[in-house]
């Protein structure tokens, strides 16, 4: 997908990606990631997800990476927050108490623009991309986050049925991606009410990606 649909999507209020309320799957199964309430968690294409604000009341510290300022802009007005803002060449930093967004292309970033994290949470970034961007992404993001553990959250459906995004990214691929730095554990595997878009069947799995041995 090209910047200029994303970015489109948001100036044209076209997000029906964007969940109003707060992942169910977040909540039971970020657990299994074992870390300490004051981790800090890295949230690729964020969006102005509601995850956000409920990592945030349970004590953790989140860095984004979105591309569109308008949906940074929204997330810290709906959190009712004023961030500092520092402009760099390639990004551009939104600040806040325990919360930093990084506005950027997501492949631009280097780990130290994303800064030390102790887990991953993808609900919906491995999804919005085409095959032929998933491997870039899953090198660059294993790259940045030092290996760090990952919640991730996939559907898994006839690709024929509907174009996407969401694209269909099942365990197959999942282990072409990520089998050599973490071990894979299916968490859950259930149909999603109504189907995916009300357009096909369709499974929603969770994901707990642990690393092997440390990433140099």
Known sequence: MQKEFWLSRWQNNEIGFHNNDVNPLLVTFLPHLTLPPSSRLLLPLCGKSRDISWLLSEGFAVVGVELSEL???????????TPTIEEKTHCKIF????????????????????GTVAGIY???ALVALPPAMRERYAK????????APQLLVSFDYQQEAMPGPPFSVP????????????????????PLEGGLKGKCDALEQVWLLQPKRAHL
């Open 71 to 81: 949906a940074v802009s929204q997330l810290f007005s709906e959190l009712g927050l």
């Open 95 to 114: 600040k806040a108490n325990k919360l930093v967004i990084i506005v950027a292309d997501f492949f631009e970033l280097s780990a130290a623009d994303i």
């Open 122 to 124: 993808d609900r919906a």
């Open 140 to 147: 660059h993001i294993t790259a940045i986050s030092v290996c």
């Open 171 to 190: 365990e197959t691929e999942l282990n072409v991606l990520y089998a050599g730095q973490y071990q894979l554990q299916r968490l859950a595997s259930s």
